[in-house]
């Protein structure tokens, strides 16, 4: 048998001149070269309930496969292998870097330690051969889609980074939703040299001009931030955008830096609600609640700089930033989800073991359900876990 090794090297070889649709084919012959009876590559769709598959020489047995019901969605959840009772077939989660995009199917009679090893690093390379293909191949972005994107959906995503990031120190994960009909909300997370930079923008309205002022917010914060500006340089930098060129648009944000060495957080707040600390599964009330500066628009920070807040984290720490769709939606009963149930609902999801990409579905899901899957505003969430080894100071906290 040829060597496993140099199979995955032919895969990689063979994938630069295919298009979209024949990277499940790809993959379901370098899976036959190794032994594997077939495979199948199922990517998860935008709201992340289910698993989608993508084209491959054989029908698949299931196009669609529930996450919270199936084998498979189990893979998904809880990013680990999972093997069916009868021990012939493998559900691989494929994972760029800490980023969830769906499941492998490998099948074969009694697979052993060392095959089970290989399709978990043939999971790897497929999940970054899509994250190469997917900026140019239409085929995978539609097919993670189940229903249309408006216009400024369009806009918004195009302008996003994937969902979850992370390090050996600190990990970020976000969700949105409508996912196909996002309005005014956006979120920004990536990696400066020794910082963890995190956004979220809710711009005033539901329509393309909100899109369009939360994507020019977004650039305007990266140029800012690429050009070595610092926190008190980017509000300004979006404000002068958003007074040029969205006039009439109004823009609550929270704009942070997290120094993954040491724990300390700095962020800005305009007219935004504060983030919440989670500390060994409990909120630390108001901890990070500042008297918060004026919104974005209007040119009301050209002149006076925003406030700078600092603190500094604990090892576990996590911070959660989210728009008012989310504390503010309402069941058809009146009820506020409100600030307690989300925190809540996070606590328990990562005391069940969940990884916060995990957490954050889960939260998605019962917010959808108390609107009974209506939103009438823009919800976004972003969580952030900071887990440094051991060296890393432990600081006590600042207020």
């Not at 400066?192 to 995190?198: I, V």
């Not at 977004?218 to 060129?245: M, Q």
């Not at 109004?250 to 700095?266: E, F, K, S, Y």
């Not at 500094?312 to 503010?328: A, C, F, K, N």
Request: charged letters at 25%; hydrophobic letters at 40%.
């Amino acid at each position: 048998m040829e060597s496993r090794e140099k199979l995955l090297s032919d895969l990689i070889d063979a994938s630069h001149l295919v298009p979209g649709r024949a990277l499940g084919p790809l993959v379901f012959q370098t899976g036959r070269r190794a032994g594997l009876d077939g495979t199948g590559v199922y990517v998860t769709d935008l709201q992340q309930t289910t698993l989608l598959a993508l084209p491959q020489p054989v029908t698949a047995e299931a196009s669609a496969l529930d996450i919270d019901a199936s084998l498979a969605g189990l893979a998904y959840r809880t990013e680990r292998t999972q093997r069916s009772r009868d021990g012939g077939t493998l559900w691989v989660p494929m994972i760029d870097g800490i980023e969830r995009l769906g499941v492998l199917k490998a099948t074969a009679v009694d697979p052993d330690d060392d095959l089970i090893g290989w399709c978990e690093a043939l999971a790897g390379v497929t999940a970054l051969l899509l994250v190469s293909k997917s900026s140019h191949n239409d085929l995978l972005i539609e097919t993670e889609r189940r229903r249309k994107m408006t216009v400024q959906g369009e806009l918004v995503w195009a302008f996003l980074p994937p969902r979850t990031i992370g390090t050996s120190q600190v990990t970020s994960s976000a969700v949105l939703e409508p996912a196909y009909d996002i309005g005014g909300d956006a979120f920004d997370h990536s990696f400066t040299e020794d910082a963890l930079h995190l956004t979220l923008l809710d711009s005033m309205g539901h329509d393309l001009a909100s899109g369009g002022a939360s994507a020019a917010g977004l650039a305007a914060c990266r140029a800012t931030r690429r050009s070595g500006g610092a926190l008190a340089d980017i509000v300004p930098a979006i404000d002068k955008v958003l007074n040029e060129w969205f006039t009439d648009r109004l823009m609550t944000a929270v704009i942070a830096n997290l120094n993954v060495h040491d724990g300390t957080l700095r962020w800005v707040n305009c007219a935004h609600p504060p983030p919440l600390l989670i500390r060994d599964g409990h909120v630390l009330p108001r901890i990070l609640e500042r008297d918060p500066d004026l919104p974005l628009g209007w040119a009301f920070h050209t002149t006076s700089p925003p406030t700078v807040h600092h603190t500094h984290l604990q090892p576990g720490d996590r911070i959660l930033l989210y728009s008012d769709g989310v504390t503010e939606a309402r069941s058809t009963k009146g009820d506020l989800f409100g600030e307690e149930r989300l925190a809540d609902t996070v606590i328990r999801a990562m005391a069940a073991g969940d990884p916060a990409p995990e957490a954050l579905r889960r939260l998605l899901q019962e917010l959808l359900h108390h609107q009974d899957h209506h939103l009438r505003d823009d919800a976004t969430i972003l969580l952030v876990e900071w887990h440094p080894g051991p060296e890393s100071p432990r600081r006590p906290l600042k207020t």
